[in-house]
């Protein structure tokens, strides 16, 4: 039989393990084969719930997000966000398909259709992926819940509501599960809508509305011998406001197929993926918290194909091997706006059959458990091919603007910087390739005192995203509509882009000892050829000094990366009156260029400190999260500094007979604070010029009530 995987969220960290604040720290167990911490993360009760957002779920865990739309904010990593971390939705990634990245992989998964999530940072394991430089995340949908009789029956379903009060979001929420002990079927979806959110001082956030449907049905046969799984989705947001971004998302619509085959032959497992989504996007304007008229469109088709083989394991240790294809297709062309002297007559044509395509094998060995010491091993080699058909501009010559003509402003005509790009990129040799070859080294040490010291040591390689090597544009308003940093410049891709590699080193002590726990992690990341930008370019739409921004080039160059955490969880009380647990998590983070200069986006220091106590079916706790003055910045992006500011959440959850109620306020003090990764408020901007490039402000205090039903 193919033994069934373990219920419940189940987070694994590597190089070290997180003492999460979404609920208690029940068991730290080592996996096998590999040498990886296991946290079973046991809050009241056990699952998702749609209190909080999946993102939201994540930085409990200690992840960070770099703020875009209400459900498309990009997950920041050792100081690194966006394709540095490879995001995979059951083993598959999804291709973030628009050049302003507003449909990350995260996007596509509701809380309630997540039963495991995996989190590797920095020294990764070579079987969980490669094409990263920062870590990696797998989000499994799957479950498999058969149960141990013949006839079908109704095992679980639910019916959930949750509101917040601040920007009136309403989450609608079902899933159901049927089963036997062959079969099993399960529907899980979500729908949820909200406006425009304010801060601590009760201003709007303009541009902050989205509304997202997202719907899975999974399915499972086994036997004796074999495991079949699969999931049909389907995503559907019909608007999503992004207030750091020129643009909005105007739709957006994928449907995804996704298959797990698994296979005990007498002595080898086999462990296979299939995975076919298709994606259509569409950003403009829908709301007139930010007007205009200018329709860009976006397809995209993700393939994968992964074979994991696991060889028995002996006195020796184990194997792993495995072969993975990954394919994807891009389209991307902004039609022709009709009577427009500038965005016209041609459409212009941003990306045209752009191809990605990789191809990989790794080979990975853990040693056996029979010592105090644990090795593992691994190395991937992958060959990453890119290539892309012929652009073209709004227009192939002169374009109408305003000009200056014997001194007096007028319409006048102008080299389109756009037409000459486009003509030079064309005459270009556009098809690249690159072989990446990664390798990743752990050993992991038993101490006296349930201690335990990790050491990680990886090379590790990521390959230029097809943006960041085919985004052709020079004019102002082309560059702008590109990047996915949220600063309001404009950005330019570079065909001859190297691949950044990446060298990491990591330690990590923990101990977990009766009503105590601890640890103590540092990291250090040397990365060659990491993607930044040169300057090569200005525009200013105000006139202001304070409305000024540069158009970058991406450009390789030489970077490092480094911090360190310290989390601790003590339990106060333990008796027949409840459980009450105190815990602390310390974050510290740098980056820097060899050169000189700041990394864009790196969070500054910051703390958390919490009080949890659960009795019974009831649970709560109380959150005070303090995060420091943030004064390294990259000037070539204009980023802003911000100051310190601290916020406390309070979350409660009471489950009686078949219900279990929420009740969370958020920024209990309404707190006015802004975002060290929120990007500037390109919106507020385009309403008053005057006042700059503001850092887009957190949200202000909100109730949150909500109430489930499982039957």
Sequence with gaps: MVPKLKAGLAVKLLPFAVLSSAGLLSVLAHATPDAVEIIEVSSHPLKLYNDKTLAERLADAGLQFSAAGGVSALPVMNGMMGDRIQLLTDGAPITAACGNQMNPPLSYVSANQVHNISVFPGVSLVSEGGDNIAGVINISTFEPAFSNTSNFQVQEAELGYFFQSNDNARTVSASALVANDTWYIRYAGTRVSADSYEDGRGNKVIDTLYKSTNHIINTGYQDDEQRLQVSLTHQSIPYQGFPNQYMDMTDNSSTGFTALYQHQFSNIALDSTLSLRRTTHEMGFFTPEKTGMMPMNTESEDLTLKLKWLLPASMQGQWVFGQEWYRNNLDDWWPAVENSMMMGPNDYV????????????????????????????GARLEYVTTDTGDVQAYNDGNMMGMGSMGGMGGMTAMQSPDAEAAMMFNMSDRGQSDTLIDGTIQAMRELESN???????????????????????????????????????????????????????????????????????????????????????????????????????????DAQLYGASVKASRVLIDSTSGKLTLKNAFQWQRGERDDGGDLYQILPMQNTLSVEYVRDAFSSSVSWQWVGNKNDVDLSRFENSTDAYSVVDVNTAYTWQSFTLHFNITNLFDEYYQAPLGGVNVAEFRQDNTNGFNQIAGRGRSFDAGISYSF
């Design 451 to 557: 201690g335990q010291l990790i050491f990680g040591l990886a090379r590790k390689n990521r390959a230029p995203n097809l943006y960041e090597r085919y985004t052709w544009g020079r004019g102002a308003m082309a560059t702008s509509m590109i990047g996915w940093f949220g600063d309001g410049n404009g950005y330019v891709g570079d065909i001859d882009l190297n691949p950044e590699t990446a060298h990491t080193a990591s330690i990590t002590y923990s101990v977990l000892n009766g009503d105590w726990a601890a640890e103590i992690s540092t990291w250090y990341s040397d990365v060659s050829d990491y993607i930044d930008v040169e300057v090569i370019g200005t525009f200013n739409r105000s006139g202001l000094t304070s409305g000024a921004r540069n158009i970058l080039q991406f450009s390789n160059t």
């Design 350 to 377: 941003n990306i045209n059959d752009g191809e990605r395509e990789r191809l990989a094998a790794f080979a990975e060995w853990s040693s056996a458990h029979e010592s105090d010491w644990h090795l593992s091993a």
